[in-house]
């Protein structure tokens, strides 16, 4: 059939509404009709490039629909073992049910009064960290109120190995560049002295930075100075000191095998300033927290830039929920930290009980290793045990996981689907096992 006949062919745009009018009636009139006048769009074009076929319009148009009602945001089950997954929206937040209706957000409900947003984690971090505190959007943008704040037009003194780039594409120099501050770099990528802080002191500094390379390590012939020589040079100069620390580590898991510096500890060290991400070793939402002297965390909060970064009422109410539970220690409240903390006997006797209820499938338990990720603790991995499933074509084993509702996200190592079952919740259990058992469906037969 010639292209001409084909393009007649095509229904215009009212025969199609009304064919489809009685099974999309949920959805607005004026939806459906952008909706099909796009796939005629489409149609038209797939014609005339000679690409015409596959499904019928009223097909499409219902794909469409069904896809815009959709959540695209959506419940992922992690069985990667990677406890901060960045694509999977880093530290998995509990069971908080949002405050429906109106809140006490800006409200001092005592004295009638407005009050200030940041009330409802202020008290909190002060007595978590001993120091005042504020929170904005990220950490991206702690540094750069900080920066903007405190030595816009003049310049901070920052060690040339701290000069980091961490996920997105996200520099430190380039975000020092856009706050105003001027760089002034000190020492080699390996080797920074106090000495080298101390001589590029001149009228124009304005502050010292110190960045913590949470998302790397240098090793061998390596030296910076340490935190409290910094700090009393801050002191002697009257500079202010400020630490980026990144991943925000506030409970000490060391017993765990993860070398964080803590928050409190830069504090002691005499640091005037810290930031922080929320969604990392915190296990909190998304945000950058920035604690230190009162003086100095009073100026940013005046500053015009913290009402553009400030966060919104669900990310404040998850915040003080996670920021509440470390208070209290309660570990096991915080998903991330739980995560971290279960030992690989606790993760074995999961693995060896979740394999029982799905015996047709060929797999083993193996040692493996879980990682934190996130940006966090790099080459830190913490040792657990893995569900290591043989598969007849294990990516399609992988892509059919994935391809449920909830999706489930595993790995393939060593040509066999793993599963981790460490970032996985207990109540998770469940829909992994019965989805193991539909995968297992096109799975060599267990002996």
Not at 59 to 76: D, G
Not at 206 to 224: E, K
Not at 343 to 366: C, D, K, S
Not at 406 to 427: H, K, Q, S, W
């Amino acid at each position: 059939m010639a292209e001409s006949e084909k393009l007649r062919e095509v229904p215009s745009v009212h025969e199609v509404v009304e064919r489809l009018s009685p099974a999309l009636a949920r959805f607005p009139r004026t939806l459906v009709v952008t909706v099909v006048r796009g796939v005629l769009e489409e149609l038209r074009a797939e014609i005339r490039g000679g690409q015409a076929g596959g499904l019928a319009v009223e097909a499409r148009v219902e794909q469409t629909l069904a896809a815009i009602e959709r959540p695209s945001l959506r419940r992922v089950i992690n069985a990667t073992g990677v406890v901060l997954h960045t694509n999977l929206g880093r530290a998995p937040l509990g069971g908080i049910a949002l405050l429906p209706g109106y809140s006490n957000l800006e409200y001092d409900i005592a004295t009638g009064r407005r009050g200030k947003r940041d009330v409802h984690i202020s008290s909190l971090l002060e007595r978590l960290l001993g120091a005042s505190g504020i929170a904005v959007n990220n950490n991206a943008a702690a540094i750069f109120l900080a920066l903007h704040e405190l030595a816009a037009g003049g310049e901070v003194v920052v060690s040339r190995g701290e000069l980091i780039e961490i996920g997105d594409g996200f520099r430190i120099p380039e975000i020092m560049a856009r706050s105003g501050a001027l760089l002034r770099e000190v020492g080699t990528t390996n080797r920074t002295r106090i000495e080298d802080y101390r001589d590029a002191i001149n009228e124009h500094t304005r502050l010292l930075l110190r960045v913590h390379p949470s998302n790397f390590r240098v090793s061998g012939f390596t030296a910076r100075p340490e935190l409290r020589e910094l700090a009393a040079l801050g002191r002697e100069r009257g500079l202010a000191v400020y630490e980026d620390l990144g991943s925000g580590c506030i409970a000490d898991l060391r017993a765990f095998g993860i070398e964080e510096p803590l928050v409190s500890e830069s504090l002691r060290a005499g640091v005037d300033l810290v930031s922080f991400s929320g969604d990392k070793l915190l296990g909190g939402p998304q945000a950058g927290i920035l604690a230190g002297k009162p003086e100095i965390v009073a100026r940013l909060r005046r500053n015009p830039l913290f009402r553009a970064l400030r966060l919104d009422k669900t990310i404040y109410q998850a915040l003080e929920n996670t920021l509440r539970q470390l208070l209290l220690e309660n570990w096991d409240a915080v998903p991330a930290l739980a995560m971290i903390r279960q030992t690989p006997a606790e993760i074995r006797a999961r693995a060896v009980a979740l394999l029982a209820r799905v015996p047709q499938i060929l797999a083993e338990i193996a040692a493996g290793s879980s990682v934190i990720g996130g940006g966090a603790t790099p080459e830190q991995s913490i040792p657990t045990w893995l569900i290591a499933v043989e598969c007849a074509d294990v990516v399609e084993a992988e892509r059919g996981l994935r391809a449920r509702d909830p999706a489930i996200v595993a790995r393939i190592e060593d040509g066999r689907l793993v599963l981790d079952l460490r970032t996985v919740f207990r109540d998770e259990e469940d829909e992994v096992a019965a989805a193991l058992a539909v995968v297992g469906q096109a799975l060599p037969p267990a002996n």
